[in-house]
Every structure is written in structure tokens, then in C-alpha cells.
């Protein structure tokens, strides 16, 4: 069975710092792209940052550029999101998802083409309060 399962959301006050954490199992990990995504209460998904599990590369929206930081334990088949100097507009429930079609999420995340993908979590809130 396919699972992705997040974890690591919470409230945090602005300028705060979480890490979130996306456990992958049922599926071979290294041959997919792992991306995070969010979406804020009447707003469109927003493609956040990804990364390549075979070889590491890593992808950010211009909105979280230098504040969130991508990586994953290929040995734990998770990957993680470390996200620093939160503002409150990054309030939202945060997905992860698996694609092993690596230019689609990177598209969806530099450009913010959305494409459908093969695995999702079920998501974690995070809240960031002024």
C-alpha cells in the first residue's frame, strides 16, 4: 500500500521556524520526485519546492527562495522541509506528493502549472500567527 503521511505542522509565531516531514512507503523512492505543495483557504494550490530523489536536486518557488529548505534521508524514505522565517501568509494546510515525472513538479513549482500526481499525503496544517 502507497502511503505518504506528513507530519510536523503546528502554530508558530512569525518569524518562527517548523520542519515538516513526508514518510514514503509502498513504492520504490528513488525513482520519484517528492514535492511539497500548500493551499490557504480559498486559494489555489501553490507548488512550494521539490526534490529529485535519485540525484538530490532541489527546486523552490520564488516565494519561500532562501527562507525553506528542501532535503530527504533516502535511507528513511522521507523528506523533509525545513522552514524558516515564517510569515503568516505561508498559513496553510501543507501536502507532499510523489510524481515520478520530475519535470512536471518542477514545472508546477517554478512556473505554477498544476498537474495531477501519482501519490498525496493527506496533509498538515500549519499556522503562523502575527
Known amino acids: 500500500e502507497v502511503q505518504l503521511v506528513e507530519s510536523g505542522g503546528g502554530l508558530v509565531q512569525a518569524g518562527g521556524s517548523l520542519r515538516l516531514s513526508c514518510a514514503a512507503s509502498?513504492?520504490?523512492?528513488?525513482?520519484?520526485?517528492i514535492g511539497w505543495f500548500r493551499q490557504a483557504p480559498g486559494k489555489e494550490r501553490e507548488g512550494v519546492s521539490c526534490?529529485?530523489?535519485?540525484?538530490?536536486?532541489?527546486y523552490y518557488a520564488d516565494s519561500v527562495k532562501g527562507r525553506f529548505t528542501i532535503s530527504s534521508d533516502n535511507a528513511k524514505n522521507t523528506v523533509y522541509l525545513q522552514m524558516n522565517s515564517l510569515k503568516p501568509e505561508d498559513t496553510a494546510v501543507y501536502y507532499c506528493?510523489?510524481?515520478?515525472?520530475?519535470?512536471?513538479?518542477?514545472?508546477?513549482?517554478?512556473?505554477?502549472?498544476?498537474?495531477?500526481?501519482?501519490?498525496w499525503g493527506q496533509g498538515t496544517q500549519v499556522t503562523v500567527s502575527s
Open positions: 506528493a510523489a510524481d515520478s515525472d520530475l519535470i512536471s513538479v518542477v514545472d508546477e513549482i517554478t512556473r505554477g502549472r498544476q498537474y495531477e500526481y501519482d501519490y
Open positions: 509502498g513504492f520504490t523512492f528513488d525513482d520519484y520526485a
Open positions: 526534490i529529485s530523489s535519485s540525484d538530490g536536486s532541489t
